[in-house]
């Protein structure tokens, strides 16, 4: 008489799961003057990538470290010191790629947590942070505009590395 849907069974949602352990995406926007979100959390030992764009009317950097120095220029010390980052930046049509170790080269060392964008880019920065670096760090743009650092004008903010959940 009337036919069932007997023995159809749906075996899709194993995959999802899988995917969503692979690496965190953390979105950030830089406006004038300011990140959102302006608290950023990244797990130790876990691939993680912070895509940017920067929605505001001037260049923006975002840099991270711990204690901002006493002229307001730059960190005393650099997050991703000795740890490999890889740069994308998406800006006017074409693809900038480019890879920094952080070891090394004293000279490079404080442009390796700098990633900085003009009005309308986008990019993204990866990272593997070890569980050496958990702890909470400022995150801030250096840029100046009218002579006034971006940092002082509010934009700044905090990015807190966890600690690894399988440890």
């Known amino acids: 008489m009337a036919c069932g849907a007997d023995g159809q069974q749906s ?7 899988a995917a969503s352990e692979s690496a965190d995406t953390v979105e950030v926007t830089m406006k004038d003057f300011a990140y959102q979100p302006s ?23 975002f840099v991270v470290g711990d204690t901002v120095t006493s002229n307001t220029d730059g960190f005393q010390q650099n997050l991703f010191s000795g740890v490999s980052i890889e740069k994308n930046k998406q800006t006017e049509g074409h693809e900038e790629e480019e890879e920094e170790h952080g070891e090394g080269e004293e000279e490079e060392e ?14 993204s920065i990866t990272f593997t942070l070890p569980s050496s670096k958990t702890g909470t760090y400022t ?24 600690a690894s959940a399988e440890n």
């Open 11 to 17: 075996e899709s949602s194993e995959a999802t799961d």
């Open 39 to 61: 608290s950023i959390s990244v797990p130790a030992g876990k691939e993680v990538t912070l895509q940017f764009t920067n929605t505001g009317s001037v260049e923006h950097y």
């Open 139 to 162: 995150i801030a743009c250096f840029e100046t505009t009218g002579n006034e650092k971006h940092y002082d004008m509010g934009m700044k903010g905090t990015l807190t590395v966890t």
């Open 110 to 123: 404080h442009h390796a947590n700098e990633f900085e964008l003009p009005p309308g880019g986008s990019g």
